[in-house]
């Protein structure tokens, strides 16, 4: 078993570069052997979708990762009972670096690109953006945020404190827009003749949705069958079903915080506009996301099925086939 502090001390791409390697001689570290173990901790769940390609092909998914990395010039913004607070967070999530490593590690030996659907990190810290830089910049992987990447919550703010405002949306999408692989609002990936196209819905406020909602509507204009990856599930009746019986929650309390498009709640600009209108798109054909640390598997329109894959930091990989 893989614990924290070694998969500190050995580093994300440590571990992933130890795959690649053989064994080290006697008297030094078995960084193969090490990285076996990460992969052995992995929960993989491996689901097929059919839509009628000539051939198949994989990609490999994971979500919410919490990365709770704090450097020393982080904590000195902190006052002590933020910083206690951040010190809970990282025990939580403290799974979150052999589980990405899992992933990549996975997705390694699969040759398929890994695809992201946020809240990698916990909260948007500078070491937090550092990681990414340094272990993920050179590598397969595509990435839609999430909203701890925008916001980390609780007493205090943190290292880099983003706001809900138009502005200050904007300017998050700035900052994290050097270290993340694809543009953030709205991009896309052809893999096998599918369009994968990732959309963010968990920092955009109102004066972007309607744009979104044109540039998604482009994607579709190419004519190829379409997967949606964002981190925030869209509302459908069933979900909400299954999430009060598994989550204990109160429906009329489900809000565009848990899902997007929730009838009762005040949505952000575009969002119930494109959940209505996806619904009647016989091109899509599966949307994949995370956020709710659960999974659930539910009929989103005639023509595809939203699947919430649970978190990477409780160890969850998913291997989709697309054939």
Not at 18 to 42: H, N, Q
Not at 83 to 97: H, V
Not at 100 to 110: E, P, T, V, Y
Not at 236 to 255: A, G, P, R, S, W
Request: hydrophobic fraction near 40%; aromatic fraction near 12%; include cysteine.
């Amino acid at each position: 078993m893989v614990t924290r502090r070694e998969a500190v001390q050995l580093g994300l791409m440590g571990v992933f570069a130890a795959a690649m390697r053989p064994v080290f001689s006697a008297g030094k570290p078995d960084e193969k052997a090490f990285a076996d173990s990460v992969l052995e901790t992995m929960k993989l769940r491996k689901i097929n979708i059919n839509i009628g390609l000539g051939s198949s092909f994989k990609v490999v998914q994971a979500t919410d990762s919490h990365f709770t990395y704090v450097s020393a010039e982080d904590f000195e913004k902190l006052d002590s009972k933020s910083m206690e607070w951040y010190s809970s967070r990282s025990k939580i999530f403290a799974d979150g670096i052999p589980g990405l490593a899992a992933a990549l590690l996975h997705a390694k030996n699969l040759n398929a690109p890994l695809f992201h659907t946020g809240d990698l990190l916990d909260f948007p810290s500078k070491a937090n953006l550092d990681m990414i830089r340094r272990d993920l910049s050179m590598r397969n992987w595509f990435y839609s945020l999430g909203n701890h990447e925008y916001h980390g919550w609780g007493p205090g703010k943190p290292a880099i404190a983003i706001g809900r405002s138009a502005e200050e949306r904007a300017a998050g999408r700035r900052l994290f827009a050097p270290y993340v692989p694809n543009p953030i609002p709205v991009a896309s990936r052809v893999i096998g003749g599918v369009n994968f196209v990732q959309y963010d819905n968990s920092g955009f406020s109102d004066h972007m949705g309607h744009w979104q909602l044109d540039q998604i509507k482009k994607e579709f204009a190419k004519g190829l069958p379409v997967v949606m990856l964002c981190h925030m599930p869209f509302f459908t009746d069933k979900l909400v079903d299954q999430m009060v019986v598994t989550k204990k929650l109160v429906k009329e309390k489900i809000n565009d915080g848990y899902l997007q498009g929730v009838p009762w709640a005040n949505s952000w600009g575009g969002r119930k506009e494109l959940l209505a209108w996806l619904k009647e798109q016989p091109l899509l054909k599966a949307i994949i996301c995370g956020h709710l640390h659960g999974e659930y598997c539910v009929q989103f329109s005639k023509t595809a099925m939203q699947y919430v894959s649970d978190a990477n930091y409780k160890g969850f990989v998913y291997e989709f086939t697309f054939s």
